[in-house]
């Protein structure tokens, strides 16, 4: 009876791991220089940048047995890309205030 109730058990748990992405995140996106990028070219990288940290997020949920150095380190990628893109955007947003109130 035991050996029954072990086989949906087995099922659920290979459902929830084929959910799981099967590598890490492969690059980082690019992120244009704030200071000549176009409205365009922000929008796109914002997109691509959430679209990676998600990937981490979705990738390390799905492991918890991460050596919690490999964890740290995920974490710091996916904090370095946004970080990066945050300091670009608010060269972005700077030089569109400036070219707005000349």
């Known amino acids: 009876m035991k050996q029954l109730l072990a086989i949906p058990a087995l099922l659920l748990a290979a459902g929830a791991m084929a959910e799981c992405p099967a590598q890490f995140p492969s690059e980082a996106p690019a992120v ?15 997109v691509a940048v959430n679209a990676y940290v998600d990937a981490i997020e979705n990738y390390l949920d799905c492991r918890s047995e991460l050596h919690p150095l490999q964890q740290s380190r995920s974490v710091y990628l996916a904090e370095s890309v946004a970080d990066s893109y945050n300091a670009e955007l608010a060269k972005f947003r700077a030089r569109e205030n400036m070219l707005a109130t000349n």
Do not use: D, K, L, W
């Open 32 to 46: 244009p220089s704030g200071q000549n990028a176009t409205h365009e070219q922000m929008y796109q990288a914002q």
